[in-house]
């Protein structure tokens, strides 16, 4: 079972490069998520999904845009990279919310130099 | 916003040894999970509380959600080197329910 695949794992990018960072589920979940993991700061939601074609902003949405344009797909696009988004991004998707549990990523650890 | 609070931050103990690790909020969660994340990996869901006061244990990992659902605790007993990772409390916010967490715990169990 893939569940939750991010793609790169690595990436280091030139302040002012573009890129975009892809999620994918195979559990028909409708909900996902992009989280940034720093050291000393824990996660902090970036975006987010209640479904195909909706998305949201968190905690932390400046500098990054997001599309859900199937299901089970999620991107986050960095339009003009900048040093402060040097972290590791992780996605996460679940059946809903609440209670329900979510299911992560492996991350993406993006350098910007 | 509300905020979790974990503590302690680092904890380095070795084999055998009993810990507890804490995360405290000002605000009432419905429900408040607990996650470990190993290096390299994402976090994976260990348990999630949801009634005040109530105990929930997973082999040697003891977890207790606050009367007042606003706060919870980690018990490990007898750590293994298997149990080193980050330790995140993670608690449901807003309307959309969001998941938002703490800073985690990062757990170093020694043989």
């Known amino acids: 079972n893939a569940g939750v695949t991010q793609t790169p794992k690595f990436r280091v990018l030139k302040t002012g490069q573009s890129m975009t960072l892809l999620c994918a589920q195979d559990m028909n979940h409708e909900y996902m998520y992009w989280y940034r993991q720093d050291p000393g700061m824990g996660l902090r939601l970036i975006h987010y999904?209640?479904?195909?074609?909706?998305?949201a902003k968190g905690e932390v949405p400046d500098g990054y845009n997001v599309s859900r344009l199937k299901k089970q797909n999620f991107l986050l696009g960095l339009e003009s990279a900048a040093p402060s988004q040097t972290s590791v991004y992780f996605c996460?998707?679940?059946?809903?919310?609440?209670?329900?549990?979510?299911?992560f990523g492996q991350g993406t650890r993006l350098t910007v130099v | 916003t509300q905020l979790l609070e974990q503590s302690p931050q680092f904890l380095s103990i070795q084999e055998g040894e009993n810990l507890t690790v804490y995360c405290n909020s000002s605000?009432?969660?419905?429900?408040l999970q607990w996650y470990r994340q190993e290096p390299g990996e994402g976090p994976v869901l260990l348990v999630t509380?949801?009634?005040?006061?109530e105990v929930k244990k997973l082999k040697r990992l003891t977890f207790q959600f606050g009367d007042a659902r606003k706060d919870s605790s980690l018990h490990i007993t007898a750590a293994q080197p298997g149990d080193t990772g980050l330790y995140l409390c993670?608690?449901?916010?807003?309307?959309?329910?969001?998941?938002?967490f703490g800073k985690g715990t990062k757990l170093s169990v020694k043989p």
């Open positions: 999904s209640v479904g195909e074609g909706t998305t």
């Open positions: 605000s009432v969660f419905s429900s």
């Open positions: 996460a998707s679940s059946y809903s919310t609440g209670t329900t549990e979510a299911f």
């Open positions: 509380v949801v009634t005040g006061g």
């Open positions: 993670a608690g449901e916010e807003g309307s959309q329910g969001n998941l938002i």
